[in-house]
């Protein structure tokens, strides 16, 4: 019998054909799925659903089924509350952009996982993700862009910054060297029933892509409007609530000034919201902090890099220098728009991670 891993199992294509890569190289395969749903009226999934709701483990099930292995359904609802939920609701109220996904990468499906996991006796954890774990000759773990670059909008290594080594040396993702065509291909080949299942990419929690209606609605308390000023402070009209917004941010605003306007800052020791012409959305830096480290374990002095800002953001040159204990600058050669507090900065060099942190 081969090394045992758990597969955390979403019920889509990639992690059923995760699953099923490693099967066929002789590892003792576990499928998981995590229940992480809190209310399955309020995270309601549609019909093709995504990995929070019953219509992921109904067809991680029939997966597992069809290629012959365990599975089993994990709770995890108390961490997913904990680490991402409520942390979702308190960025924005404090005028930041969360990225969940990364908290849930991080602090679920990687250390919970993990833990249970190696409890029940496995050697690793496996996902679905299109990125590849790396043992460099200094001996950290990074990981690898799934194309070798990272110039692809679509890389999913970015919100997989936060991983821990440990996390990493415990981690196998075997579709990391595929396209997704190939990934699909497979799965026909082995008559998987979610093959031509389509990609899910909203919030599993928020479904609906109302983000500050499910705030109200967890908080149970409403917005406070506020003042929409310019760039000088001068009033321009009044917001719905500071939540309902993100820098670089146009429809939905809410006002007319008869020429196009975008956020540019959210300030909630005021409550107010700061709208600007789309050229003032460029900046050349940034500060980062809570920060990771994995290619190595701490830079000292510049180091050149590629630099990501958010997950569709084309990397850009960048220079990157420490600014205290737990905080890091980066200075991009050009400007980039919308740089936004709360979001993550992750950087690389030759196509692996370097390391990342949290925009301030």
Not at 225 to 231: A, I, L, R, T
Not at 307 to 313: D, G, L
């Amino acid at each position: 019998m081969g090394k045992k891993v758990v597969v955390g199992m979403s019920g889509g294509v990639d992690s059923s054909v995760a699953a099923y890569l490693l099967k066929e190289e002789g590892y003792d395969v576990i499928g998981v799925t995590m229940q992480i749903w809190q209310d399955e009226d309020s995270c309601r999934i549609e019909e093709n659903g995504g990995c929070c709701g019953t219509s992921a483990v109904e067809d991680a099930r029939a997966v597992a089924q069809a290629i012959g292995i365990p599975y089993y359904v994990m709770n995890f609802k108390q961490e997913f509350r904990s680490k991402v939920m409520d942390y979702f609701v308190k960025e924005y109220l404090a005028g930041r952009t969360p990225n969940p996904c990364i908290a849930c990468n991080r602090y679920v499906k990687w250390q919970s996982l993990l833990k249970k996991s190696l409890a029940l006796g496995a050697d690793y954890i496996a996902t679905g993700h299109y990125a590849t774990v790396e043992r460099l000759d200094n001996g950290r773990y990074t990981l690898h862009t799934a194309a070798g670059t990272v110039e692809t909008t679509k890389d999913q290594t970015y919100a997989l910054y936060n991983l821990t080594q440990d996390q990493l040396a415990h981690t196998l993702m075997p579709i990391g060297a595929y396209t997704k065509d190939r990934t699909r291909k497979i799965a026909e080949e082995a008559n998987l029933p979610v093959a031509h299942k389509p990609d899910s990419e909203e919030i599993c929690f928020v479904p609906d892509k109302d983000y500050a209606g499910f705030i109200e609605r967890d908080t149970g308390r409403k917005f406070m409007p506020g003042n929409f000023v310019d760039e000088t402070g001068r009033v321009l009209g009044q917001h719905r609530g500071i939540a309902c917004y993100t820098v670089g941010q146009r429809k939905h605003l809410g006002i007319a000034l008869g020429h196009p306007v975008f956020v540019k800052e959210i300030h909630p020791e005021t409550n107010e919201i700061v709208l600007s012409e789309n050229e003032a959305l460029f900046s050349r830096t940034l500060a980062v902090q809570d920060l990771n480290f994995m290619a190595v374990p701490g830079i000292k002095g510049e180091e050149r890099v590629m630099a990501k800002i958010r997950y569709n953001h084309q990397a850009a040159p960048a220079v990157i220098k420490m600014a205290g204990e737990d905080t890091m600058t980066c200075t991009f050669d050009d400007p980039q728009r919308a740089i936004t507090p709360g979001q993550a900065a992750v950087f690389y060099r030759d196509g692996v991670i370097l390391g990342g942190g949290t925009i301030l």
